[in-house]
């Protein structure tokens, strides 16, 4: 399989270097596969279907072909997953996709273990060391941070806003020693990728060091989280006509949605066969992606904080990709884009709770709220925000003709869970009244010791911090 770029067509590079490189320096463009070839149906209609680690397998063949041998994928994969998601039915047509049973308890260890694995097999023969650089707004740190920590030959320098994500979120970036070091940037997370992007596109600093990237901007971080859409959609779809007695339903994934690298998975997912109708992108107050998609017009801004931090992301890096895949009518014909404020995300925490006796996360709280209010108010909802513009929560003002589907109690909905509702205690028992509990792995973090590195936003102060400590 060949990359190519989202700004030069022409580019065309393999696997090794789309995940050593990261990006491509030359034109700040995102590495993205020539094509996403489908699944066989027989693999796909099996019944039962297939285990998630077969489907990973299957699905990772194609990309890495010629590069990675079959045997050495099949234990790059064993290794990657001791853990799988799970699908968990809330009512009669909502499942919910908990991404949150690896070590660090939130989605981005799916892709997070996948890629380190493969870093580390491409890296072998190198005696330069590999930096990894990576900007976080919530969980990705903790995610790479565990899935590179102690792998020889790599080291990781994680980037995250001071101030503005979760007390144990910050734990598990802050406490990293060794080849992972983390720094607490006075800025938000774009200020964070921001230098973080810089960096790979300073010429002079590539000249002395190796480095790449480990956010949704790698290739191999985005490719592994298609996994789990295939899965999920697989289970639902045979599930359904048992649970809800619909045949033939379509089936809509609903996604928080911050640097919109998750979504870009689920759409991968569907080009190679997933049995996905459609998708909602659900966000909180960086709606981004919901104003394009309803005024066609593109516009990054700075972010704003918000209790459902991991999508506090103004200029959403895989918008790119997005717009390199699909025409703007083609992502309205798959996507329906909504987006809610704090009081809205925790409305949709108690409300989850309430209705379903289901503890959610703020993140998985954004796509419940979306859920809800789609399939409640059908689409007199979205006419209705039309009326209010984009500026006003709700959905944006292009529906997909699958909303339909809804209206006529013929869908069901997959809702991504991406974070233990641990991870956000305080919002959560603000929210319900019950403070949910805490996993093990968690609790250990809490009682380990603070390395964070303060540091500026401006590229100077990072630049300098970089020549003095990587080797």
């Not at 060391?129 to 990705?140: F, N, P, Q, R």
């Not at 992972?180 to 973080?196: H, M, S, Y």
């Not at 989850?352 to 709220?369: E, L, R």
């Not at 641990?422 to 929210?431: L, M």
Request: proline share 6%; with cysteine; charged share 20%.
């Amino acid at each position: 399989m060949m990359y190519t770029d989202t700004r030069d067509r022409s580019v065309s590079v393999n696997f090794r270097t789309a995940v050593l490189n990261g990006m491509n320096a030359q034109t700040g463009g995102l590495y993205i596969p020539v094509e996403f070839p489908r699944l066989d149906s027989s693999f796909l209609e099996r019944i039962p279907e297939p285990s998630f680690r077969e489907i990973a397998y299957e699905m990772a063949k194609p990309y890495v072909k010629d590069e990675i041998p079959d045997s050495d994928l099949e234990s790059i994969i064993q290794d990657c997953y001791p853990f799988t998601p799970k699908v968990v039915p809330i009512d009669p047509v909502t499942y919910v996709l908990e991404l949150f049973h690896g070590p660090t308890c939130a989605f981005k260890d799916f892709g997070a273990r996948f890629m380190a694995r493969v870093m580390s097999y491409f890296n072998r023969s190198q005696d330069r060391a590999l930096h990894i650089l990576v900007a976080t707004s919530g969980d990705t740190g903790s995610a790479v941070g565990s899935a590179f920590l102690n792998v020889p030959g790599i080291d990781v320098t994680i980037l995250y806003p001071d101030g503005k994500i979760s007390p144990l979120q910050e734990k598990q970036l802050s406490t990293f020693t060794g080849n992972v070091r983390a720094l607490k940037v006075k800025g938000t997370f774009d200020d964070c990728q921001k230098l973080v992007k810089t960096a790979f596109t300073d010429q002079s600093l590539r000249e002395q060091f190796r480095l790449s990237s480990a956010n949704s901007i790698n290739i191999s971080r985005l490719l592994p989280q298609a996994f789990y859409y295939m899965f999920a959609s697989l289970v639902v779809r045979n599930r359904i006509p048992l649970d809800s007695k619909i045949d033939g339903a379509s089936v809509i994934t609903v996604v928080p949605s911050g640097n919109f690298g998750n979504l870009t998975s689920g759409l991968i997912a569907r080009e190679m066969g997933a049995p996905i109708t459609g998708f909602i992108a659900a966000t909180n107050r960086n709606h981004t992606v919901p104003d394009w998609i309803a005024t066609g017009e593109y516009a990054a801004r700075p972010s704003v904080a918000t209790l459902s931090n991991a999508m506090d992301v103004g200029a959403p890096s895989n918008y790119e990709r997005i717009s390199a895949m699909y025409s703007l009518d083609e992502v309205r014909r798959i996507l329906a884009a909504y987006w809610t404020d704090d009081e809205g995300t925790v409305d949709g925490i108690r409300q989850c709770k309430s209705k379903t006796g289901y503890v959610i996360d703020p993140h998985g709280a954004v796509a419940w709220k979306a859920w809800n209010e789609l399939r409640t108010s059908g689409i007199k909802a979205d006419a209705a925000s039309q009326a209010g513009g984009v500026m006003q929560p709700g959905f944006a003002a292009s529906v997909p003709e699958w909303a339909q589907s809804i209206a006529e109690k013929k869908a069901a909905a997959i809702l991504l869970e991406t974070a233990h509702p641990a991870k956000f205690g305080a919002t959560v028992s603000n929210a319900t009244g019950q403070e949910p509990s805490m996993p093990e792995r968690l609790e250990k973090v809490m009682s380990l010791p603070d390395n964070a590195v303060p540091m500026g936003k401006d590229y100077k102060s990072f630049k300098e911090w970089l020549l003095s400590n990587l080797r």
